[in-house]
Nanobody, 126 residues
Framework: QVQLVESGGGSVQAGGSLRLSCAAS????????MGWFRQAPSKEREGVAG???????IYADSVKGRFTISRDSDKNTLYLDINNLKPEDTGIYYC????????????????????WGQGTQVTVSS
């Protein structure tokens, strides 16, 4: 049974940094595409970063250079480091797993990810 639990969200000022964590169980990082998504108020959920089983990463253009996805297979934990936070980064951040894409993340479309955590809130003030 796949379980994903996010943590690390909070309220920060613009320009600050955060590290989000996703504790995973029931998946092996070497054979799954793991992704981070966010949903701003009144907006659709969007993918921001992904890492495949082989370790290759993909990012949404809007976050390249500020967001970094990583994983610790020993701890079975996925991370998202966010630097230079902006008010438009405000939203609920989710981690998710796509068990059908084992080696690479081909997409950050939410519909491709079958397992989701409950989310963690990030609020950025100007």
């Amino acid at each position: 049974q796949v379980q994903l639990v996010e943590s690390g969200g909070g309220s920060v000022q613009a320009g600050g940094s955060l590290r989000l964590s996703c504790a995973a169980s029931g998946v092996s990082f070497s054979s799954v595409c793991m992704g981070w998504f966010r949903q701003a108020p009144s907006k659709e959920r969007e993918g921001v970063a992904g890492v495949g089983g082989y370790g290759r990463t993909i990012y949404a253009d809007s976050v390249k250079g500020r967001f970094t996805i990583s994983r610790d297979s020993d701890k079975n934990t996925l991370y998202l480091d966010i630097n230079n936070l902006k008010p438009e980064d405000t939203g609920i951040y989710y981690c998710a797993a796509d068990l059908t894409s084992q080696h690479y993340c081909y997409s950050l479309a939410p519909v491709d990810f079958g397992y989701w955590g409950q989310g963690t809130q990030v609020t950025v003030s100007s």
